[in-house]
Structures are given as C-alpha cells and as structure tokens.
C-alpha cells in the first residue's frame, strides 16, 4: 500500500510540478504571479477530452495537439492580459490574471458544462509492482515528467534559446540593449509556460473528472509548491510540487480524506515558520 500511495503522489505531485514551473517560468520573466496558470490546466483538460470524445483523434495525438492548442493559448493571454499592461502596477497585472481566471472559469462552463466529464487514459489497464497494482496512466505521467523537467533544464542552461529567455527575466532593459527581442522572448516564456501546464491537464483528467473548476485546487496547490520550494527557483518547484503530491495522498490515507487539503496547507503554514523563502531561498531578479 505504501509503494502504491508513494508512487500515486509522486504522480500527482509532477502534475503540481508543471503547474509550478509554468508559474516560476512567468514569474522570472515579467515579476508577476499568474493566478489564472491552475485554469490553463483545466482548459487542457477540455480539449483533450474533445479531441479524444468528439473529434475521436488517438489519446497520444490528443496529447500533443493538446500541449499546442494551450501553448498558443499562452501567447494570446500574454498579449491580451500582461502586454498592454507591461508598464503598470504589478498590482494591475495581478488583477488582470485573477479576470482572466473568472473568464476562463465561466467560458468553459457555457461551452462544456458543470457536469464532469471522463476521459480516456493514453494507456489503458493496471500494471504491477511488487506488491502495488497502480493504473498505466500514474505511470506514464511519471516518465513524461522526468522527460519534460530534463528537456526544460537542458533548454534554460544549455541552449541559446535558454539564454535569452534568462537575460530578459534578469533585466529587460539591459537585454533591449543587447540587441535580444525583448517581447519574443516573453512570448516564448509564456508558450511553455502554458504548454506544460496544459500537458499536466491533459495528463491529468484521465484520472481524475475534468470540470470548470479542477484548476482552481490544482493552481493553489501549485502556488504553494513553489512557495515550499522557493520563488523564483524550478528545483524548488519540482520538489516543492512531489512534496504537495506526497503530503495530499498519505495524509488522504492516513489521516482523512476529507480534511487533505487542509494538511497540505497545514504544511505550508509549517514550512513558512520553518523557512518562510523556501528550500531554494526566494531567487530575485532586477526588474526594468
């Protein structure tokens, strides 16, 4: 039971993990957290299920077309709630993300409904492990984390692309200097931003129900992991992220069910007084 419920919130907790990436991704670069990334997550749920139930593509193709439809999506959230606000508030662009939530919340309850909808897994049936019996579906989210987290570490440290997105989040004034466009590289931000938040939700809904509102938990949940983790800090939202996952499914079975949410953020509360900046220590950039 302790092998099955271990490898169960390491799974949930790679889904947190994206969310929290996407988070930290957006947070680097324009100094802001985005309250609407947990949505992204729901309207990836939403198209994976149409592209699977109503379009009747293959759960894998579904997979990918799903990444890119919500990595898009990123894009034009970029333009329509962070770009013409660039120069305002923080506290402006804030509210925004938190509209913007509302917004998708409520589209997709007019377009698809309150009711839950089921999805198919990418791989159907149970596998053993030892002694636990857990769905193919906990499994294959597990593998993609670890490609996904690898390929973002390899694309930060190791490429151009990764060098320019890290300057901008360092000083856009600076890297304006330097000849790098600065709105590109944002935009590219918020492309992967979205496109692995959006892979979570699609990963995510076979396992669980997609409704309108299964962002909302999973983005708070998210904030927290990066919370424990450390702003600013994709190490810290990798771990922090697992460790939401663990706490919520061995705390789910061994203590309730009904009150697991209150325990993950029993934790957070813990770890605040423990280390209020985090695992990592809050990583902070100069901001033009």
């Not at 897994?121 to 636990?132: D, F, Q």
């Given at each position: 039971?302790?092998?099955?419920?271990?490898?169960?919130?390491?799974?949930?907790?790679?889904?947190?993990?994206?969310?929290?990436?996407?988070?930290?991704?957006?947070?680097?670069?324009?100094?802001?957290?985005?309250?609407?990334?947990?949505?992204?997550?729901?309207?990836?749920?939403?198209?994976?299920?149409?592209?699977?139930?109503?379009?009747?593509?293959?759960?894998?193709?579904?997979?990918?077309?799903?990444?890119?439809?919500?990595?898009?999506?990123?894009?034009?959230?970029?333009?329509?709630?962070?770009?013409?606000l660039r120069n305002a508030q923080d506290k402006?662009?804030?509210?925004?993300?938190?509209?913007?939530?509302?917004?998708?919340?409520?589209?997709?309850?007019?377009?698809?409904?309150?009711?839950?909808?089921?999805?198919?897994?990418?791989?159907?049936?149970?596998?053993?492990?030892?002694?636990?019996?857990?769905?193919?579906?906990?499994?294959?989210?597990?593998?993609?984390?670890?490609?996904?987290?690898?390929?973002?570490?390899?694309?930060?440290?190791?490429?151009?692309?990764?060098?320019?997105?890290?300057?901008?989040?360092?000083?856009?004034?600076?890297?304006?200097?330097?000849?790098?466009?600065?709105?590109?590289?944002?935009?590219?931000?918020?492309?992967?931003?979205?496109?692995?938040?959006?892979?979570?939700?699609?990963?995510?809904?076979?396992?669980?129900?997609?409704?309108?509102?299964?962002?909302?938990?999973s983005g708070v949940k998210a904030f927290a992991a990066i919370v424990i983790?450390?702003?600013?800090?994709?190490?810290?939202?990798?771990?922090?992220?697992?460790?939401?996952?663990?706490?919520?499914?061995?705390?789910?079975?061994?203590?309730?069910?009904?009150?697991?949410?209150?325990?993950?953020?029993?934790?957070?509360?813990?770890?605040?007084?423990?280390?209020?900046?985090?695992?990592?220590?809050?990583?902070?950039?100069?901001?033009?």
């Amino acid at each position: 039971m302790n092998l099955q419920l271990l490898l169960t919130g390491i799974s949930l907790g790679a889904v947190y993990s994206f969310i929290a990436i996407g988070m930290v991704l957006i947070y680097r670069a324009v100094g802001i957290v985005n309250f609407a990334q947990g949505d992204f997550l729901m309207l990836g749920g939403f198209v994976y299920y149409t592209l699977i139930q109503m379009a009747l593509f293959s759960a894998w193709i579904s997979l990918l077309i799903t990444t890119l439809v919500v990595g898009v999506s990123g894009i034009v959230f970029q333009f329509v709630c962070y770009w013409p606000l660039r120069n305002a508030q923080d506290k402006a662009i804030v509210v925004s993300t938190l509209g913007a939530s509302i917004f998708m919340r409520e589209g997709a309850k007019l377009i698809w409904g309150a009711t839950p909808r089921a999805t198919k897994p990418l791989v159907a049936g149970t596998a053993k492990i030892g002694t636990a019996v857990l769905q193919w579906q906990y499994l294959i989210i597990i593998a993609i984390a670890i490609v996904v987290i690898a390929g973002i570490y390899i694309m930060l440290e190791k490429t151009q692309l990764g060098s320019i997105m890290q300057a901008t989040a360092q000083n856009q004034y600076a890297a304006s200097l330097m000849g790098i466009p600065v709105g590109t590289a944002i935009a590219v931000t918020f492309f992967l931003s979205m496109l692995v938040t959006g892979l979570s939700g699609a990963l995510l809904s076979p396992v669980y129900f997609v409704t309108n509102t299964m962002g909302g938990s999973s983005g708070v949940k998210a904030f927290a992991a990066i919370v424990i983790g450390g702003f600013g800090s994709i190490p810290g939202a990798i771990i922090g992220g697992v460790f939401i996952g663990l706490v919520e499914v061995f705390g789910g079975a061994y203590i309730s069910t009904t009150y697991k949410d209150t325990i993950v953020f029993l934790v957070l509360v813990v770890s605040l007084l423990i280390r209020p900046k985090g695992i990592f220590g809050e990583k902070t950039a100069e901001k033009s």
